[in-house]
T-cell receptor, first 111, second 113 residues
């Protein structure tokens, strides 16, 4: 069936360093890739998304890249800060809200 | 504006008991979704309502799960009888139309002992 693999499951970085989270999807018909951030005890919130007609998108310190051929997409966070510590989920969708999520990455930014 | 609200935030029940989770979507959002995250695994789609109609319930695990959205406003998800493997965090989400952001609630953590 459709699935999204996400790596790593945990990631620790020093404050100021960059963090990269990678996802691979199985369904080549997927065309929308959102990233959600869930802080401890809070709701998952959309932080950035990308559609299949775009290769890269950036919003301040976060960026997402998409390689349709390889069916890979990645989240890049630069100049990490303690408030970036959270669980990050990638997802893939074929244009509906039936998202296929990855298993999540727990990011810890060490001060 | 209030976001998606879910109740209860945490429920602990024994195997065989019944639990009902409630979700109030953002006002005006016709689309309502239920998702579930079992410990350490992915967030999995359960079902999708458009107003009071079930648009897609392909993710519902089995017939012990019943979702309703009478009147097209709030939704309930009932688990009866609960089993150990039903433990997890149940997320509700809503959206306005077919495009745009999917807004999640904070989730209802269900623990079945």
């Amino acid at each position: 069936g459709e699935n999204v693999e996400q790596h790593p499951s945990t990631l620790s970085v020093q404050e100021g360093d960059s963090a990269v989270i990678k996802c691979t999807y199985s369904d080549s018909a997927s065309n929308y890739f959102p990233w959600y951030k869930q802080e401890l005890g809070k709701r998952p919130q959309l932080i950035i998304d990308i559609r299949s007609n775009v290769g890269e998108k950036k919003d301040q310190r976060i960026a997402v890249t998409l390689n349709k051929t390889a069916k890979h997409f990645s989240l890049h966070i630069t100049e990490t800060q303690p408030e970036d510590s959270a669980v990050y989920f990638c997802a893939a969708s074929k244009g509906t809200y039936k998202y296929i999520f990855g298993t999540g990455t727990r990011l810890k930014v060490l001060a | 504006e209030a976001g998606v609200t879910q109740f209860p935030s945490h429920s602990v029940i024994e195997k065989g008991q019944t639990v009902t989770l409630r979700c109030d979507p953002i006002s005006g959002h016709d689309n309502l979704y239920w998702y579930r995250r079992v410990m350490g695994k992915e967030i999995k789609f359960l079902l999708h309502f458009v107003k009071e109609s079930k648009q897609d319930e392909s993710g519902m695990p089995n017939n012990r799960f019943l979702a309703e959205r009478t009147g097209g406003t709030y939704s309930t998800l009932k688990v009866q009888p609960a089993e150990l493997e039903d433990s997890g965090v149940y997320f509700c989400a809503s959206s306005q139309g077919n495009t745009g952001e999917l807004f999640f609630g904070e989730g209802s953590r269900l623990t079945v002992l």
